[in-house]
């Protein structure tokens, strides 16, 4: 069994920044691609960017030039730093991890969700 744990989340002013983290523990093997999502009531969930193995990295449109997506494979940890907040970014963010486990099975996990409040 593979557990997420979100941090990082919170109310910010307009322009300010937070930064998110994941760290995944459990029955990992390795981690392959890691990334961030976000979802507004009433509309679908939708990626905000992705870090593979290889630390390539693609981030939606809306975020690119502000939003910073990293890992540290030691720590089993995926971060993302979020400056120039904007009110469109309040959203609840999950993070996803893609884990092969020790017994070798390739599964997507799934954060709880950490609110992000963007303030104007």
């Known amino acids: 069994q593979v557990q997420l744990v979100e941090s990082g989340g919170g109310l910010v002013q307009s322009g300010g920044s937070l930064r998110l983290s994941c760290a995944a523990s459990g029955s990992i093997f390795s981690i392959n691609a890691m990334g961030w999502y976000r979802q507004v009531p009433g509309k679908q969930r939708e990626l905000v960017a992705r870090?593979?193995?290889?630390?390539?990295?693609d981030y939606a449109e809306s975020v690119k030039g502000r939003f910073t997506i990293s890992r540290d494979n030691a720590k089993n940890t995926v971060y993302l730093q979020m400056n120039s907040l904007n009110p469109e970014d309040t959203a609840v963010y999950y993070c996803?991890?893609?884990?092969?486990?020790?017994?070798?099975?390739?599964?997507?996990?799934w954060g709880q969700g950490s609110q992000v409040t963007v303030s104007p």
């Open positions: 870090i593979s193995s290889g630390d390539s990295t």
């Open positions: 996803n991890v893609w884990v092969l486990s020790i017994a070798r099975d390739l599964r997507s996990y």
